[in-house]
């Protein structure tokens, strides 16, 4: 059974409150005691001067009947409670209603101080003092009925306003909660009214500077990270979309125009079927990148890292491309730094950047053009690869934008020539899966530089960090 916060709330706040008063009442309940017993106590220790002045003063010139006398007449010193024997246990003086406790002589105290119950309850003074030579053990009471009656009373009180009191913690700590708990109930409608509709809605921010201001802080942050995923999907979908559906209309007309020509030859079907399978070889190629992008976005596109010559594989990848670019007569130079450079990367990931970066050159680069690839250590744990064009060059309105996906900074450029606009997607993705950066400089008419920055091995390892946190063992032969 699930129960509301706000009922727990309400429940820990009561039992604290409950506890709290009963230790309270507890408290008031024994000070008041000990008060009346501190009160009851300094008046018997004053009675007790009186008697021991009026034993001075009489007991050696005074018979035991006109001792005895003098004290059932004294009203001050309240003869009713009080007991004297001497110190042979004779009693020189003993009120009736002190005879049921004559046996407290026998404890023969210096002083004590206690109480009695009965009829009525008596506060009692035992103490045994010497006058004029002779020891005397004097027994001194106080009628405790109407102190007793005050505590009763006091402690029916305390009994009674329990439930009041119960009841009315209850009722206080349910508003409380509730009070407290009002804010998180508006944020909570508020965030239940945002869907896909109406994602650039955001919380009110209540400006307490407390935990209630902090939550409503992150929830629109995360509104914000949500509302920005929902449109780059909604976006890449559109984009998507538009991008399959140049290929699949190019297909279906040619397919229909082959199927209308009733005198069509083997030479026309043929070509017709070389349109249809070079734009179904694009159309794999896009789905291909958006695989691997929607991969990389959800993880699934892990790294197998492994220690790698940054060298080689930037020089692999130049051999690879250099018929395409021998065929548009491009100029394709590789410059390697003096020494070696290490670094921490999935070499087929790495591969693809390579190849990536030095596509797009070659595709905007004119013929006659040049392309120069090198790679230089920028300090010891770093080393910097580029690729320069002598190429179109990016408008640099558009250069914050060229690493989105289905962006094309060519404004005049067919699609035949710019692609989808996927290749620099994926490449920040490798270049960022690495913990590396890059950087575009570029001018139009004057050519571009991709510049990938990678953190690099000083020494090599025994184990190599993973992207996800893990690590692998590595072997080094």
């Given amino acids: ?113 206690w109480t009695a119950g009965g009829q009525p309850p008596l506060r009692i003074l035992a103490v045994r003092r010497t006058v004029r030579g002779r020891e ?43 009070r407290a708990l009002e804010p998180v109930s508006q944020l909570t409608a508020a965030a239940r009214s945002i869907s896909a509709a109406n994602l650039n809605d955001r919380l009110a921010e209540p400006q307490s500077g407390d935990e209630l201001q902090a939550l409503a802080e992150t929830l629109n942050g995360m509104l914000g990270r949500i509302e920005d995923a929902f449109r780059h999907m909604t976006q890449f979908t559109a984009n998507a979309s538009h991008e399959l559906r140049t290929p699949l209309a190019l297909m279906r007309t040619t397919s229909e125009v082959a199927l209308l020509s009733a005198n069509g030859s083997a030479a026309t079907y043929r070509e017709a079927l070389h349109r249809i399978l070079r734009e179904t070889e694009k159309s794999t190629d896009l789905l291909d990148d958006m695989l691997r992008l929607a991969r990389a976005d959800s993880a699934a596109w892990p790294l197998a890292l492994e220690l790698v010559e940054i060298g080689p594989t930037i020089e692999q990848a130049c051999e690879g491309v250099e018929p ?78 060229i690493f989105e996906r289905f962006f094309r900074a060519d404004k005049a450029r067919s699609r035949e020539q710019s692609g989808a606009g996927l290749g620099l997607s994926i490449a920040r993705w490798i270049v960022d899966a690495h913990h590396g950066t890059i950087e575009v400089e570029s001018a139009v008419g004057l050519g571009s530089v991709f510049r ?19 690590s692998i063992d590595l072997v080094v032969q």
């Fill in 324 to 401: 395409l670019a021998r065929e548009k007569n491009l100029d394709l130079t590789f410059g390697e730094w003096a020494g070696t450079a290490w670094v921490a990367a999935d070499s087929g990931h790495l591969h693809r950047l390579w190849l990536i970066l030095l596509d797009n050159a070659i595709k905007y680069t004119p013929a006659g053009g040049s392309i120069q690839v090198g790679w230089r250590l920028a300090s010891p744990n770093t080393v910097v690869c580029e690729v320069k064009d002598s190429g179109f060059g990016i408008a640099e309105s558009d250069i914050p934008h």
């Fill in 1 to 113: 059974m699930k129960i509301p916060i706000r009922i727990r709330l309400t429940a820990v706040y009561c039992t604290v409150f409950c506890i709290s008063a009963v230790l309270l009442e507890a408290g008031a309940y024994v000070g008041l005691k000990s008060a009346i017993n501190a009160v009851v106590d300094r008046e018997l220790r004053s009675r007790l001067s009186g008697i021991e002045e009026f034993l001075d003063e009489h007991v050696s010139r005074k018979s035991l009947a006109q001792l005895q006398r003098e004290l059932s007449t004294h009203a001050a010193l309240q003869p009713g409670y009080l007991e004297i024997d001497d110190d042979q246990g004779h009693p020189i003086f003993r009120a009736a209603s002190m005879a049921a406790f004559s046996d407290a002589r026998h404890l023969d105290p210096l002083m004590a101080i």
């Fill in 136 to 178: 005397f053990d004097l027994h001194l009471g106080t009628d405790l009925t109407v102190p007793f009656e005050v505590l009763r009373r006091f402690r029916l009180l305390l009994i009674l306003s329990a439930p009041i009191v119960l009841i009315c913690a209850s009722a206080a700590g349910y508003w409380v909660s509730k």
């Fill in 452 to 470: 990938v920055i990678l953190p690099t091995i000083s020494q090599t390892p025994r184990t190599l960090p993973v992207a996800s946190g893990t």
